[in-house]
């Protein structure tokens, strides 16, 4: 049995879960957290892309990746072309940029699909922890 304040920890965190979660879809313009689950083998293990460069939005339909280290560039590159959101990125020397396509209806369509199963999960999540 949870105290109260246990519950409502939990709840907290499976709320904060769901919003990083949502974060991470592209619904309007682009941001960094779009980027946040891409792990790069480099320097003979997997991390995340946030620890080898700066992610920055210059517009609405380009991201660009600035490696801190140029000996990490091919391995950045060669993770994000194998995200299966299928980007296209250019590199130039340290810096790659990765145009990001307007939405059509179809990917509006997937976007609803995923938002929906997320809000399921967490809501499964929530009625787990009220159960306990």
Do not use: C
């Amino acid at each position: 049995m949870l105290s109260v304040s246990e519950a409502t920890a939990k709840f907290q965190t499976a709320i904060s879960h769901f919003e990083t979660e949502l974060a991470k879809l592209r619904a309007g313009r682009p941001n960094p957290d779009m980027f946040a689950n891409i792990s790069v083998d480099a320097y003979g293990s997997s991390q995340p892309l946030q620890n080898l460069a700066n992610i920055n939005v210059v517009d609405a339909t380009l991201v660009t990746v600035q490696a801190w280290d140029k000996g990490v560039v091919a391995d950045i590159l060669k993770a994000i072309q194998a995200d299966p959101r299928g980007y296209n990125p250019n590199v130039a020397e340290t810096t790659i940029r990765i145009p990001i396509p307007t939405l059509t209806q179809e990917r509006r369509i997937e976007i609803v699909k995923e938002v929906r199963k997320l809000a399921e999960e967490s809501k499964i999540q929530i009625r787990q922890i009220r159960q306990d």
